[in-house]
């Protein structure tokens, strides 16, 4: 399996260059020449798997799929390390909660961060760890938060051999306890830098540094993010698991609802739809920042300014550039990589837009892909977590509340379930369930004071320059 760039750099590349390398040398993201197809006989054979040998066997056959160049037993190994009920909780990995006629939640906030980052970053650390050893080599990785990125990162990668990360996040922007959770790390290979604006400031600094192709070799920066094809791979991965756990046969239709702003999550289902997946539909749900909504809805991408990206109660989603978008209209655009230069190199880049809308493709994104949208607020967030506890009982974070709140305006064929993808526990965002409720959430014993521990962190302007210079003066 060989792997291209959006934008249409000649090089094809293995698993395990990408791996280390993040984004393509032309800035584009990579994604496989082809996905795999998974005939009906493999699906039954994915489904007797999951359920008599568990999730690390389902991981380790679908990653199978686009990893040639570790060996098989090396890769079932590295699932079976990262996928325990010693890490995420429970033997059943991501198991599904019944909420209501129809309605399911995907429990994908086990893991060490009580975030579903850590479904795929657990992965990744020992990915990272398993190669850097194989070549002899060492990663500084360099990533961008909006909330759970970081401390999934950080957690996956402490204490790990040849790898030092560097985080960046929006200084001030970040829950309380997703602030503790980062900055009370004091590992020697963690550096937080708290940056002086909004996520996409962040985002911005590691696409700058990854296109400055001197200091990234020298250096040796990788990333994390979604942008790194690994991640959203792994993250495939439980959309298989909640079909699986939604249906009976192969005939069977599910849909999933993703809060979403990055677009990350809900492109790994989009990739699972792709290899055949029986997926009726991919809902996204944005919270107050809606450009992913807009754009389902008109066919318009527009990006907001610092100035325009609102600070919300759902905040790992205040996101107003969608990095892993381009990989998706990739695929829209039938996989045109001049298009998709022009579009995110020259209009998003340079004019902060493109516009779809009268362009026939567009009609695919819902009639071939699948793909509707819907927006929540903090008042429907606070009305949705209110009415889940008292009718069924279940306290819901935030952004599954962004989540559960859409999917009821689409439910759709009533064959048909629909799977929320949970984002979090909802002690994360403790300040408002307490609002909504009335009431704080469960906190796990393991982080109970975490806000009064001692944090190291580092301001920095939002400048690619300083973040660079930092982290010079951090691997001499």
Not at 387 to 396: A, L
Not at 434 to 448: D, I, N, S, T, V
Request: charged share 25%.
């Amino acid at each position: 399996m060989l792997y291209l760039s959006t934008r249409g750099h000649a090089d094809r590349k293995h698993f395990c260059d990408i791996l280390l390398e993040g984004l393509a040398p032309d800035g584009g993201l990579y994604l496989p020449e082809r996905y795999p197809q998974i005939s009906d006989a493999e699906l039954t054979a994915l489904r007797t798997a999951y359920h008599t040998q568990g999730y690390a066997e389902l991981a380790f056959r679908i990653l199978s799929l686009y990893i040639d160049d570790i060996p098989p037993a090396d890769l079932k190994r590295l699932c079976e390390k990262t996928y325990t009920a010693e890490v995420f909780g429970t033997g059943e990995i991501v198991p599904l909660r019944h909420l209501e006629d129809g309605l399911w939640i995907e429990a994908l906030s086990n893991g060490p961060t009580l975030a579903f980052k850590d479904m795929a970053m657990q992965l990744l650390g020992n990915l990272f760890e398993y190669e850097l050893a194989r070549r002899g080599e060492q990663l500084n990785i360099l990533g961008a938060t909006s909330g759970d990125t970081g401390s999934a990162a950080e957690y996956a990668m402490r204490g790990k051999q040849g790898v030092r990360v560097f985080m960046t996040s929006p200084h001030g922007r970040m829950s309380p306890f997703q602030q503790a959770q980062m900055f009370s790390l004091q590992d020697a290979n963690i550096h937080n830098l708290a940056i002086e604006g909004v996520f996409d400031d962040c985002q911005d600094i590691v696409k700058a540094v990854s296109n400055d192709h001197a200091f990234k070799a020298q250096y040796k920066i990788g990333t994390v993010n979604s942008i790194n094809w690994a991640r959203l791979l792994a993250q495939v991965v439980y959309y298989f698991a909640g079909y699986i756990q939604a249906t009976e046969t192969n005939g069977q239709k599910v849909s999933f609802t993703v809060p979403s702003g990055n677009f990350g999550n809900i492109c790994a289902g989009h990739v699972a739809r792709q290899m055949g997946l029986p997926i009726d539909r991919l809902i996204v749900a944005t919270n107050e920042n809606d450009v992913l909504d807009e754009f389902f809805r008109t066919g318009a991408y527009r990006v907001r300014g610092a100035a325009d990206t609102h600070e919300t109660s759902s905040p790992s989603m205040d996101i107003s550039k969608a990095s892993n978008f381009e990989r998706f209209v990739f695929d829209l655009l039938g996989r045109n990589a001049e298009r998709t230069r022009e579009l995110f190199a020259e209009g998003v880049a340079k004019q902060g837009f493109f516009d779809l809308g009268s362009d026939p493709v567009f009609r695919d994104a819902r009639a071939k892909y699948g793909f509707e949208s819907g927006k929540s607020t903090h008042a429907d967030r606070l009305a949705t977590i209110r009415d889940t506890y008292e009718r069924f009982g279940q306290i819901i974070d935030t952004h599954t509340a962004d989540g559960v709140k859409v999917a009821r305006e689409h439910r759709g064929d009533p064959a048909v379930p629909v799977i929320v993808l949970e984002t979090a526990l909802p002690i994360k965002f403790a300040e408002t369930i307490q609002e909504a409720l009335g009431r704080a959430p469960e906190r796990p014993a393991r982080f109970e004071g975490i806000e009064q521990l001692p944090k190291r962190l580092q301001v920095l302007a939002a400048d690619a320059e300083q973040v660079k210079a930092y982290i010079a003066a951090h691997c001499d």
